[in-house]
């Protein structure tokens, strides 16, 4: 099982922001960093797992979103953030290997199916917790929809982001 990081010595004052306040919150939780016999099922119907390392022994982590049901959009939050917290735990070396790439593949979703609440999930979860990890993502099989879909995104994410990210046909 892994072991959450010790407690903290830090008030949670009415002076932090409220992204410190949940990213707090999100340590505090034990049930973030235990492997219940839920998400151990639910990770083996392998809507994310990890397919090696790259040049850098940087792990590269392949999702299917759209695959992941409304349902169990819950499980598929708490087994992202038991699983990138592995990944940091067991795969990340301070001063060597400090980032990750994710091969997110969209299965050619259309306007119908398209995962929007999965990638929700998964943004949250990696921007609370896992800020600054991402070295590269891959977006594979993107539909006609989601290059319209991503003109109106890009305004609002950095410079820095916007490079990070590749489009596969």
């Known amino acids: 099982c892994f ?3 010790t407690k903290r010595s830090i008030p949670l004052s009415s002076s932090l922001t409220s992204h ?7 340590y505090d939780n034990p049930l973030n960093f235990h492997l219940t016999e839920d998400l151990l099922s639910y990770l083996k119907c392998q809507n994310m797992f990890c397919v090696g390392h790259d040049r850098e022994f940087r792990p590269i982590i392949y999702m299917y979103p759209l695959r992941v049901k409304e349902a169990d959009l819950d499980r598929f939050g708490a087994s992202s953030r038991f699983y990138s917290s592995v990944l940091q735990k067991y795969w990340l070396k301070k001063y060597h290997v400090e980032n990750w790439n994710i091969i997110l593949d969209l299965e ?3 306007i ?3 995962p929007l609440k999965a990638m929700k999930s998964m943004t949250e979860v990696s921007s609370l917790a896992f800020c600054g990890r991402l070295n590269k993502m891959l977006i594979l099989n993107p539909s006609f929809f989601f290059f319209g879909l991503w003109k109106l995104i890009k305004v609002f994410l950095h410079a820095d ?3 990070k990210i590749i489009f596969v046909k």
């Open 108 to 110: 050619n979703a259309g």
């Open 3 to 5: 072991t959450p990081p």
């Open 112 to 114: 119908t199916n398209f």
């Open 20 to 26: 410190t306040r949940k990213f707090l919150a999100y």
């Open 161 to 163: 982001t916007l490079a």
